[in-house]
Nanobody, 121 residues
Framework: QVQLVESGGGLVQPGGSLRLSCAAS????????MGWHRQAPGKQRELVAS???????NFADSVKGRFTISRDGAKNTVYLQMNSLSPDDTAVYYC???????????????WGQGTQVTVSS
């Protein structure tokens, strides 16, 4: 079994920055694509950013130029650096990863429990 644990959320003022982290743990696994989604109250969950195993990235139009995504393969961790935050960025942010495990023998998606990001003065 693989677990994804997010950290780094919190309350920040408009224009501020936050860095989210998501670490994968478990036994006998290999991680492929990783990413971040978010869900604001009353809205559907949406993709924020993703990164492939070779470092190719993809961003939602609403965060381009403000957010960056990176990963540390040795630590099985993905990061989301969020700058110039606005109240519209307020949401629960979820980490996800496509993971191959020895136990299952094929790739499947895993999700973290989510971390709250609130942008407010």
């Amino acid at each position: 079994q693989v677990q994804l644990v997010e950290s780094g959320g919190g309350l920040v003022q408009p224009g501020g920055s936050l860095r989210l982290s998501c670490a994968a743990s478990g036994n006998g696994f290999s991680i492929y694509d990783m990413g971040w989604h978010r869900q604001a109250p009353g809205k559907q969950r949406e993709l924020v950013a993703s990164i492939t195993r070779d470092g190719s990235t993809n961003f939602a139009d609403s965060v381009k130029g403000r957010f960056t995504i990176s990963r540390d393969g040795a630590k099985n961790t993905v990061y989301l650096q969020m700058n110039s935050l606005s109240p519209d960025d307020t949401a629960v942010y979820y980490c996800n990863a496509e993971v191959w495990t020895v136990a299952v023998g094929k790739r499947r998606g895993y999700w973290g429990q989510g971390t709250q990001v609130t942008v407010s003065s």
